[in-house]
């Protein structure tokens, strides 16, 4: 998708550069009192000479802009995943980490740290991280919060500018739910 996003913003750039240079030379064209080269200024006047505010044409391409406008708003202000989190880099240094990375190590810590535990996930956000684990059946009362003990030492080894709220939720490899 990344790839797909810059070649369109490439396309995009490159029409945009193109306008903006033909309407430099056609402005240039028209102080010098040169003809057009590519816009037809002369049928344009006559058109928009001719044209009042009150007409449906007008009203439909200003309707249209301003709602095109406002969906560009709100596409903007829509909060989005984070693509990387900040980590305490130091005075004058700044550090970044991807929640895929967090996830990894995060994972990767709960599986090596717990015995009982088989197997692990993680989804990581701006403010939270939510492990959900397998346990062997055997596991005891005490396991959800050594396996929250191990989230927050990973997560703590990372060194996280704002230290995210860790949950844990566990299931047994029977299917019942660890409280």
Request: hydrophobic fraction near 45%; charge should be positive.
């Amino acid at each position: 998708m990344k790839a797909v996003d810059r070649l369109l913003a490439l396309v995009a750039g490159l029409a945009l550069a193109g306008v903006g240079g033909l309407v430099a030379l056609e402005t240039g064209f028209l102080s010098a009192d040169q003809p057009a080269v590519v816009v037809p200024r002369s049928r344009w006047d006559r058109g928009m000479g001719d044209l009042e505010w009150s007409s449906t044409s007008l009203r439909v391409a200003a309707i249209i802009l301003v709602a095109s406008g406002a969906l560009l708003l709100v596409l903007q202000l829509v909060r989005r995943s984070p693509r990387r989190l900040a980590l305490d880099g130091g005075p004058g240094r700044t550090a970044w980490i991807t929640p895929a990375s967090v996830r990894r190590v995060v994972e990767r810590a709960v599986i090596d740290d717990n015995d009982e535990v088989r197997s692990a996930r993680a989804r990581v956000g701006r403010r939270r991280v939510r492990i959900q684990a397998e346990v062997v059946a055997g596991s005891d009362d005490a396991t959800p919060r050594r396996v929250a003990t191990s989230v927050e030492e990973a997560v703590g080894a990372l060194e996280m500018h704002r230290s995210p709220r860790v949950r844990v939720r566990l299931q047994r490899n029977d299917g019942r739910r660890v409280r």
